[in-house]
């Protein structure tokens, strides 16, 4: 069983060895995130995409580092990063991560962003979530999730995300509330803080985007 699938995009800030470095983790390059894999000296599982981002050395590269190289045309309806999630998917890891995908082009991490939501939605037996060096994103389904106090991140955001969030209660947290509602475009649930132990997040309705972030 593959305990984690990291998808490394060719964007800044990827976070590489602390998104996954046991034997049960395998690795996905999307374009130029497969060279900064074997790069770091990780064998990519699948580097897939156009590589129109790397030279024909660096290709050279790559193609001599990787279990499966899969290149495709330039000219296609998906993106790498997304030919990368699904990559991922066909693994049946319990979570995928995506890293090197904020920080630079906002299409770009729009892109992925909107790309995370959709496969959360059809696959809802796997985690998915975005990391960078100070943020961790995750989409949540309709239900009750445990989310563990994480020393990395203070602050805790939540939003909707495709329409409203009903039935939301927070408990274990600095501002607890009861059978809330988030609709799309409210901010007054940015900026919570994890209490000294767990917190749980319950809601009947919706999407919760969830949004772990820190200062440092």
């Known amino acids: ?14 976070v590489i060895a602390a998104a996954g470095t046991e034997s049960d983790t395998v690795y996905i390059g999307a374009d130029r995130g497969a060279l900064r894999l074997v790069r770091l000296g990780i064998r990519p599982a699948i580097s897939v995409g156009d590589f129109d981002s790397v030279t024909k050395e660096e290709f050279a590269e790559i193609a001599a580092s990787s279990r499966r190289v899969i290149r ?29 995908v904020t ?8 892109s992925a962003l909107h790309a995370v939501y959709r496969m959360q939605k059809k696959y809802p037996g796997i985690g998915f979530r975005i ?4 943020n961790e994103l995750r989409f949540l389904l309709p239900g009750t999730h445990v989310l563990e106090k994480s020393g990395a991140y203070r602050y805790i955001s939540f939003f909707s995300f495709g329409g409203p969030v009903t039935g939301m209660t927070l408990k274990g947290f600095k501002y607890e509330v009861e059978q809330a509602k ?12 994890p209490g000294s132990g767990e917190g749980t997040i319950s809601f009947e309705t919706g999407i919760c985007l969830v949004v772990r972030s820190t200062d440092a």
């Open 1 to 14: 069983m593959i305990r984690e699938a990291v998808v490394v995009a060719g964007g800044p800030a990827p």
């Open 72 to 100: 495709v045309e330039e000219e296609k309806d998906e993106t790498d990063t997304e030919l990368a999630l699904a990559g991922a998917v066909r693994m049946n890891p319990e979570v995928i991560t995506l890293t090197g």
């Open 103 to 110: 920080g630079g082009r906002l299409d770009h991490s729009q």
């Open 131 to 134: 990391l960078d060096p100070e």
């Open 182 to 193: 988030i609709l799309p475009g409210t901010t007054m649930f940015t900026s919570n803080e």
